[in-house]
């Protein structure tokens, strides 16, 4: 399995980013796919997740912001993201289940 983010920089608040997650080596169209983050100092934590149907669970500090997408026919997933602010700055890693594979992460940094 393997999962390549792309997509991360450098924004000012306000500003928004999106990211892409292209998979290999699984059955794209039957995974859950999930986009997580993990802030310097802080545990690792969901930011939204879509299902193989196209069911979307997003964070709480999502709601509103972000959108999570996925295109079965590139084995991608995305996540718009809108409106950042700083306490978005993050590493963001994209993930599949139910093997539980990771990527290698992209880093989104947002400027006050």
């Known amino acids: 399995v393997q999962l390549v983010e792309s997509g991360g920089g450098l924004v000012q608040a306000g500003g928004s980013l999106r990211l892409s997650c292209a998979a290999s080596g699984i059955r794209f169209s039957l995974n859950v796919m999930g986009w997580y983050r993990q802030a310097p100092g802080k545990q690792r934590e969901l930011v939204a997740a879509?299902?193989?149907?196209?069911?979307?669970n997003y964070a709480d500090f999502a709601k509103g912001r972000f959108t999570i997408s996925r295109d079965n026919t590139k084995n991608t997933v995305y996540l718009q993201m809108d409106n950042l602010n700083a306490d978005d700055t993050a590493v963001y890693y994209c993930?599949?289940?139910?093997?539980?594979?990771w990527g290698q992460g992209t880093q989104v940094t947002v400027s006050s």
């Open positions: 993930n599949v289940r139910p093997s539980n594979d």
């Open positions: 879509i299902t193989s149907w196209g069911s979307t």
